[in-house]
C-alpha cells in the first residue's frame, strides 16, 4: 500500500526561526491522520506548506506521485488537496450555496466568454455543479441555511460549511485544521460525527490539526506529536498518550530555566 | 395556481427571472420605457439616453470594484480609450485635421471601441496583481492623469484642447440614428438604440456576476487567501476584471459623446471617474441593477439642480450674480450623496428597494 501523501525531512524557517525543523511523514489511502502539538509547533505550517501558502527551504513532498513544492496554491488545489481553516475563511457575503459553489470551481469549468452567455455548456455545467453542491448540503444537513449569507451564521454552522467547500472540491486528500476549535459539546460530537461519515462512506484520507485530545484520540488512526517544530513521536492514540516524551511536551515535565 | 416559491428543478432556480414578481416588474420596466418616447420630450429623452450609456460604463466599474474588489479610479481613461477608438474609427477618411477610417457601422466600432479598451485594461491589471486597496486605487488614479496629458496633445486624434472632434456616427446597416427621420426625431432614435444597447450589455452582465466567473471574482474580493486555496487562480481573475470592466467602459466611452456630437478631451478627467464610483456608491455596490439605479440618478441630478433656481431665490443660475450657483450646488449634493449613502445606506439604492421589498413581504408584520 502506497501512501498518498509523503513529507520527507522539510525545513520551513522564517528569518532563523524553524517553524519546521525535518519534518517527515506519511498518510496511507483512507486513514485519518492527526497532527497535535502546543501551540507554536508548527501545526498549522504543516498544513500550509502542503497548500501551496509557504515555501519550504529544504526537503520534498509529494502527493499521489507529484511533487509538491513550487507550486501555487491553486495549482495544488486542482491536484485534489481541500483544506479548512482555523479561523474560518468563508466568502462572507456570499450565500452558503455559492460558497460550496466555489469549492467546486474546477469542476465541470467554462470559460468567460460562455459565462456571459449562460447558454450550452455554462449552464448544463452550472447544474451539474449545482447537483454536486446539493447533495453536500444534504450530507452536511445545511438545507435551512443554504440561501443566507454565510456571514449570518452561527460559527458551528459556519465551520460545517467550510467542511462542505473543501468536500464540495471533491478532493483526494482533506486537511482540516481545528475542525472543532471554539465549539460547544453539541457542535463538535456533531462534527465527529461528519468527519466519520467522511471516513467511513467516502474513504477519504484526512490529515487533523486539533487540540481537543479527546476527538483527536477517538477519531485518529495515528498521531503525530510535534513539538518546536520538531515532531516527537508518531503511532497509534494508545502509543502516543503513553509516550514519556509526549507528556513532558504537554506538561512540561523538566521545567528548568536555562542558564 | 402554482406556489410562487415552488421549485420544480434546479433549472427553474437558477433563472434569472425566478420568481413572478421578478418577471412582472421587467415587463413593466420594459414597456414603460419603450413607451417613454412618446410621452417624453426630446431634450430629455437625450438625458435618459445619456444615463442609460453611462449605465453600461457604472455596470462595467462595478464589476471590477463592486464585484471584484479591485478599487480603480481610472474609468475615465478607459471611457476615453473607447470613445477615441470609435471616433477614429469612424471618422471622416478624407479629414486632414484628424485620423479617420469612415467605417460608420456601429456594431464594428463599438466592438472595436470595447476590445481595445478591454486591451488595455489588460496591459493595467498585472498591477493590481501587486497592489491592492489604496494603492490600486493611488495607481488607477495616476492613468487618469497620463491619459488626459496624452489626449491634450495627441491632436491627429483627438482634436486638441477646447477644438475637440466628432463622435462616432451611429449607422446600423444604412439606418442613421444620429439625424431626424420622418418617423422618429434623433433623440427617440438614440434613446431606444440606447436602451436596447443597455439591455443587452447589463443581461451579459447578469450572467457573468453569476455564473463561475462572477463567484469567482467576489471569492477574490472577500478573502483572496481563501480563493487561492480553494483553486480560484487570483490574478488570473483580477486580470478577467480590469479586462470585463474596461471592454464596459470603452463600450460606454464610444457611445456617450454620440448623442451630442462631439468629444472634448478634457472631460476626461478624475471627476469623471469620480463621478462613474459616485454611481456604483449611490446604485449598490456588487450588483447590476444597482449600477443602472445610479447612473440614471447622477445623470439626472444636474437636470433637477437645473431647476432650483426658480424654487429657491437664493440659487442662482449663472455666477456673478451672488449666492450660490447651481454648479456648486450640484458639486455640495454630490458630496451630501456619498457621505449619506455610505452611512445610513451602503448597498445604495439597490438596499433601499431591497428593504422596501421585504417591508411588502412581511407586511402587516414588522418581521
Known sequence: MSAVLTFDE?????????????????VDPGELFAVIGPNGAGKTSIFNVLSGVYRPQRGTVRFGGEDLLGRRPHQIARLGIARTFQNIELFSNLTVLDNLMLGRHHHHPYGVLAAFGWIGKARRNE???????????????????????????????????????????????????????????????????????????????????????????????????????RPIRTGTPKDVATDPDVVRAYLGEEHRVQP | MSRPLLYLSYKQDMALLNTPAKRGWTIALAVGAVLLPFVLT?????????????????????????????????????????AYTAAAISGDPDSTRLIGFGITSLPIWLLAAGLVAGLAGLIVAPLAARLRGLYLAVVTLGLVFIGEHIFKHWRELTGGVGVGRPAAVPELFGF????????FTKAQKLYLLMLVLLVIFGVLA?????????????????RDLAAEVIGVDVTRYKMIAFAVSSFYAGVAGALLYVMIGFVEPGSF????SVQYIAMILIGGVGTISGSVLGALFITLLPRITRELPAVLPFISSSSGSGGITVFQVETILYGLLIIGFLIF???????????LRTYWKSWPFSH
Not at chain 1, 10 to 26: I, M, N
Request: aromatic share 6%.
Open chain 2, 42 to 82: 426630446d431634450d430629455l429623452l437625450v438625458v435618459l439616453a445619456t444615463a442609460c450609456v453611462a449605465a453600461i460604463g457604472a455596470i462595467g466599474l462595478n464589476i471590477v470594484t463592486g464585484y471584484g474588489g479591485q478599487v480603480s479610479l481610472g474609468h475615465a481613461f478607459f471611457l476615453a480609450i473607447g
Open chain 1, 127 to 229: 447544474l451539474a455543479n449545482r447537483h454536486a453542491v446539493e447533495e453536500i448540503v444534504d450530507f452536511l444537513e445545511l438545507t435551512q441555511w443554504r440561501r443566507l449569507p454565510v456571514g449570518l451564521l452561527p460559527y458551528g454552522v459556519q465551520k460545517r460549511v467550510e467542511l462542505g467547500r473543501a468536500l464540495a472540491a471533491e478532493p483526494k486528500l482533506l486537511l482540516l485544521d481545528e475542525p472543532v476549535a471554539g465549539m460547544n459539546l453539541e457542535e463538535t460530537e456533531d462534527m465527529a460525527r461528519f468527519i466519520l461519515d467522511i471516513r467511513d462512506d467516502l474513504g477519504l484520507p484526512m490529515v487533523m490539526v486539533e487540540h481537543d485530545m479527546g476527538l483527536v484520540m477517538d477519531l485518529a488512526d495515528r498521531i503525530m506529536v510535534m513539538d518546536f517544530g
Open chain 1, 10 to 26: 522539510v525545513v520551513l524557517s522564517f528569518d532563523g526561526v524553524r517553524a519546521l525543523d525535518g519534518v517527515s511523514f506519511s
Open chain 2, 206 to 222: 447578469r450572467n457573468l456576476v453569476r455564473s463561475r466567473t462572477g463567484r469567482a471574482l467576489a471569492a477574490v474580493r472577500d
Open chain 2, 345 to 355: 445606506e451602503p448597498r445604495g439604492l439597490f438596499g433601499i428597494w431591497i428593504r
Open chain 2, 269 to 272: 478627467n478624475l471627476g469623471m
Open chain 2, 176 to 183: 442613421q440614428f444620429a439625424v431626424d427621420g420622418e418617423l
